[in-house]
């Protein structure tokens, strides 16, 4: 069963998503409040692959809870909802470690269409996890255990959620090749993702920050200009 947690301070607009996710097939956790959310996703017994995040929440907002859930997992999808004009919060939620926005009002099949593709995308990441292949690869200072889905650099663990590993997987495994942003979001966020380009920048300045010594001047992931990045080790 697909699982998401809903997290929906209105209830006429939490009626409608729960509805519509039911409907396509989805096991809905619902929450009322960020607090709630944190505490019915620490109650499951079979925790949420994906949740939904309004921002603006009562207490704890979106950030808050997007960055709670994070900590207790790299590997769940995370969709933050937000207005048409908080362009500042679509980011913000992307650096706490959000996966995709949704702007509101939104259609039932967009919303559906944005939730089933991260589903897919974080199924596929799972059940690659539980196929050993590659075990290791090297660049640099920088070891990528693709079984132990770790990074490590000068022997020290870094941080990544799941999405950024695949990102750093997708640039390992083409080290020193121009990718574009295209190429990246094809990858990562599924061919059928159909949201906007610039959430490639937003999660490599991200990554930047976990893994360069000055993320105002990497040395690793190197900018091309009017095409996207390339992998420098």
Known sequence: MKRILVCEDEVSIREFVVINLR?????????????????????????????L?????PGMDGFAVCR?????????????????????EK????MMGA????????SPSELVARVDALYRRVDAARQRYEVQYLEEIRQGDFVLNLRNRTLLRDGKPVELTQLEFQIIEYFFTNPGKPLSRTDILHRVWGEDYFGEEKIVDVNIR????????????????MTVWGLGYKWNA
């Open 91 to 94: 980011v913000g939620g992307l």
């Open 23 to 51: 409907r396509s097939g989805y096991d809905v956790i619902e929450a009322g409040s960020g607090e709630e959310a944190l505490e019915r996703y620490d109650r499951a017994d079979e925790k949420p692959d994906i949740a």
């Open 53 to 57: 995040l309004d921002i603006m929440l």
């Open 99 to 106: 996966d995709d926005y949704v702007t509101k009002p939104f």
């Open 206 to 221: 991200r990554l930047r920050m976990k893994i360069e010594v000055n993320p105002s001047s990497p040395e690793h992931i």
């Open 68 to 88: 709670g859930l994070r900590e207790r997992s790299d590997s769940m999808g995370i969709i933050m909802l937000t207005a048409r004009t908080q362009e500042m």
